[in-house]
């Protein structure tokens, strides 16, 4: 499966963005797809995901609340719609995707074989 994530910009802390991650190849069923974030200098830390087929979703705890990750599946395409957005989710956003996770590894980038390109996503205070 190829990845392509799209969204991102500028926005006001308070303010909100939409981040979407497009399968091609094959459709998301039976993929856990996640977001990751990474800033300069830092490893690539995990945000959000879901299972695509039970819905199940996972958020980091500094975003429960504020970010929601959602799937659509006439596009097959998962969204990551951001709110209340703060300095500190300034990022490069990815989206991974990968069949066979336990739910443990869930927030471990190493466990995703499919990547998508980087979307920036700048929070200005």
């Known amino acids: 499966v190829q990845l392509q994530a799209s969204g991102g910009g500028l926005a006001q802390a308070g303010g909100s963005l939409r981040v979407s991650c497009a399968a091609s190849?094959?459709?998301?069923?039976?993929?856990?797809v996640g977001w990751f974030r990474q800033t300069p200098g830092e490893e690539r830390e995990f945000v959000a995901a879901i299972k695509w087929n039970s819905r199940t979703t996972y958020y980091k705890d500094s975003v429960k609340g504020r970010f929601t990750i959602s799937r659509d599946s006439a596009k097959s395409t998962v969204h990551l719609q951001m709110n209340s957005l703060r300095s500190e989710d300034t990022a490069v956003y990815y989206c991974a995707a990968d069949q066979r996770i336990i739910q443990s590894s869930i927030p471990t980038a190493g466990s995703y074989d499919y990547w998508g390109q980087g979307t920036l996503v700048t929070v200005s205070s």
């Open positions: 190849g094959r459709t998301f069923s039976g993929y856990t």
